[in-house]
């Protein structure tokens, strides 16, 4: 662990001695939970002082807990303090990236914040989920409904709300954004500064992230005030619980080597596609061969999506074929083994994937099919990540490994720099980093989109 700013509060290495209520601890007893992962230690204290903070840590480290902990700890002494009333509300938000993990996030919420038989009305906390296809002026107008504390919503969806004044960030005193990379690389940047915007005191800002690429040190430089920042390992690094195996196939050879990877393990099993085209192509090949799977990806509607996910998670479907929609933050149960049908396009993103698994101190295995048209920058990369995460790197990923980590080593004597400075992948420099080039490439099509007006091409686009 890595702690970085001024006047940091001591970690904690006992749940107890954090100062959390009895109704918590009563909970993270009945759910075994008996001693804080690296991020809760040092978070978890972090966040009850009232400091902004960076929280850096690897998929399945916990970092839900450390902020949803706190969180609910701060807002169950400001109801003995002062109950909210109709109307008031929300005393603190979570901004997530998709709906799935909003929801995922407000379930953990409900958890730890249900009402126990002997508390009172007056102590009781209510947690509100906001996101595309609930109706939250529904829930809000229910009889004995008295105020929001937390609420945990999407950013299209607050932004909207806020606008229409259905809701109001006048007494919010914290904000927290979970997956704070993927908001950015979402381009959901702008709609967070409009929502920061809605408040009316000073906040207490928390952002959580596995990776920590250049946008996210811009966007905290710009929004936070005197951060401490906690890093558990090197920002981006892979899970050193995933057993990573990595193979060379052609590409018509893929379905059926998707057949031979998962006999590997038993299920539940994930497999990541890059599209929706290939995404359905799997899913029908597997209904086919008579293997009970399900799919996800962002073309299918609301309610498809919930349904399969409910259904994977409850095990009522071994496996689970999907985009990288549910590649960050989504936490599933018992993943025995990740399987990539082919690279994503970016380091990170794999990272990301293969988190799904090796989870809460368990041991999980990941597969990832490389193609030979392969781009060779992604492919370096994966071969840095391999080195460092101490797993076999196959031949054809062999490029003079030790020739590289030598002008790798230059490279950071003379820059200060290891890797890309934008997302953190060590095989290649910014020069050739792939998540820049195409940032470059929307800003550039933006850009020629509204020069490329109807009064200048006579309405034709």
Do not use: W
Request: glycine residues 8%.
């Amino acid at each position: 662990m890595s702690v970085e700013g001024n006047l940091v509060p001591m970690p904690s290495c006992s749940f107890l001695t954090m100062g959390l209520p009895n109704k918590i601890l009563h909970t993270l007893r009945q759910k075994g939970i008996m001693k804080p992962t690296a991020i809760q230690m040092q978070g978890i204290p972090l966040i009850l002082s009232g400091r902004d903070m960076i929280g850096i840590a690897s998929t399945g480290s916990g970092k839900t807990l450390a902020f949803v902990l706190p969180i609910l700890t701060s807002v169950m002494i400001e109801q003995l303090r002062m109950p909210l009333v109709r109307g008031e509300g929300p005393l603190s938000l979570i901004i997530c990236p998709s709906r799935e993990l909003a929801r995922q996030t407000h379930e953990v919420l409900l958890l730890y914040s249900q009402k126990r038989p002997k508390e009172k009305k007056s102590e009781s906390i209510s947690v509100i989920l906001c996101i595309g296809g609930l109706n939250v002026q529904e829930v809000m107008r229910e009889p004995g409904f008295e105020g929001v504390h937390v609420l945990t919503a999407t950013p299209g969806r607050l932004r909207d709300m806020l606008s229409r004044r259905d809701l109001n960030l006048d007494i919010c005193r914290l904000i927290c954004l979970d997956e704070a990379d993927r908001m950015v690389d979402l381009g959901f940047e702008d709609e967070i500064q409009e929502i920061f915007s809605y408040f009316k005191t000073q906040r207490q800002t928390i952002l959580f992230s596995a990776t920590m690429p250049f946008k996210i040190k811009k966007f905290a430089e710009s929004n936070l005030v005197n951060p401490v920042t906690i890093n558990i390992g090197r920002a981006g690094a892979a899970n050193l619980d995933v057993i990573q195996d990595v193979e060379c196939v052609e590409d018509g050879e893929k379905l059926t080597h998707i057949l031979k990877s998962l006999t590997k393990s038993a299920p539940p099993v994930i497999i990541f596609c890059e599209n929706k085209r290939d995404v359905d192509k799997v899913h029908e090949y597997l209904l086919l061969k008579g293997i009970d799977a399900v799919s996800i990806h962002g073309g299918k509607d609301q309610s498809e999506r919930n349904k399969s996910i409910e259904q994977f998670k409850h095990f009522l479907k071994d496996v689970l074929v999907a985009t990288d929609v549910i590649s960050k933050g989504l936490d599933f149960p018992a993943i025995n083994h990740v399987i990539n049908f082919d690279m994503p396009a970016e380091i990170e993103n794999y990272v990301h994937r293969i988190g799904r698994t090796g989870r809460g101190g368990k041991t999980g295995t990941a597969t990832t099919l490389i193609t030979p048209n392969q781009s060779e920058v992604v492919l370096k990369d994966l071969q840095h990540l391999l080195v460092e995460a101490k797993q076999k790197v196959p031949e054809f990923l062999s490029f003079a490994t030790e020739k590289l980590l030598e002008e790798d080593k230059e490279l950071v004597a003379l820059t200060g720099v290891r890797g890309c400075a934008y997302c953190g992948g060590l095989g290649h420099r910014i020069g050739a980093c792939p998540k820049l080039d195409s940032l470059n490439a929307k800003v550039a099509f933006k850009k020629n989109s509204s020069f490329g007006s109807s009064e200048c091409f006579g309405g034709e686009l």
